[in-house]
Nanobody
Framework: QVQLVESGGGSVQAGGSLKLSCAAS????????MAWFRQAPGKEREGVAAIRTSGGSTDYADSVKGRFTISQDNAKNTLYLQMNSLNPEDTAVYYC??????????????????WGQGTQVTVSS
């Protein structure tokens, strides 16, 4: 069983930064692949950034490339998402996700089995 708990969300003005954290517990192999997703009101959940925990290879959505950075601290069992140059379009609930295998694309919701409860990010203009 894997538990994921996000934190670090909040309100920020456009151009600002936030760093999200996802504290993970459970068997390590179940968290071989981890990712951040977001869901804005009235929109589908979309993949933002993904990482293979062994090796550290990463993938990013085009909309966040160059602004967001996904990283991990294996000693703390924590996944991070550093978000810079935020704009109102980044406003959403951000979710952490994990799985032991990845049968499809790294930013596809169907690739992940375990999900956190989400943390709200609000960017004002």
């Amino acid at each position: 069983q894997v538990q994921l708990v996000e934190s670090g969300g909040g309100s920020v003005q456009a151009g600002g930064s936030l760093k999200l954290s996802c504290a993970a517990s459970g068997v390590t192999y179940s968290r071989a692949y981890m990712a951040w997703f977001r869901q804005a009101p009235g929109k589908e959940r979309e993949g933002v950034a993904a990482i293979r925990t062994s090796g550290g290879s990463t993938d990013y959505a085009d909309s966040v490339k160059g602004r967001f950075t996904i990283s991990q601290d294996n000693a703390k069992n924590t996944l991070y998402l550093q978000m810079n140059s935020l704009n109102p379009e980044d406003t959403a609930v951000y979710y952490c996700a994990a799985n032991s295998v990845r049968s499809a694309g790294p930013l596809w919701t169907g690739s992940y089995y375990y999900w956190g409860q989400g943390t709200q990010v609000t960017v004002s203009s």
